[in-house]
């Protein structure tokens, strides 16, 4: 990876017939590690699957993007306010031999875990699967919900 920019660099410096400089040498021994990550799908530098936590006065309502998996190939656990989505996407590879240019998506297995803001009924947590989105409804628990106090005169 970084044993190719030595030689580019000094290729350039005699194509231009110009000596290259120390602020030259610089910019390009920062540029080429970056270039690692221009091929680098966003998707895999963010954590798998993406989640979104929403929490109203009665539950917390958990949807993670799962696209192209099914239901079957998901395992949910709720352990100490801590919930954990765990599977494996497989790769979809057709008999027929195909000559890939790039692929993006992400395959293998994977866990995703997250620490619920509130304590929930863990007995009563329902989950549905539609459309590559997992929606998990997890009423919250007694001492979780907030209680008015009135004031006494």
Known sequence: MFENWLPE????????????????????FWKEPMKVFEDFPASRRMAFP???????????????????MEAKDVDISLEHGVLTIKGEKKFEQEEKKEQYHRIERSYGAFSRSVRLPKAVQEDKVKA??????LTLTMPLAAEAKSKKIEIRS
Do not use: F, H, Q
């Not at 350039?12 to 030259?24: G, M, W």
């Not at 993406?50 to 192209?68: F, Q």
């Open 50 to 68: 993406s989640v979104n936590i929403a929490e109203n006065d009665k539950e917390i309502t958990v949807t993670a993007e799962l696209p192209g």
């Open 9 to 28: 660099l000094r290729r350039r410096s005699l194509e231009t017939s110009r000596p290259t400089s120390i602020a030259d040498l610089m910019e390009e």
């Open 128 to 133: 549905t699967y539609t459309n590559g989105v």
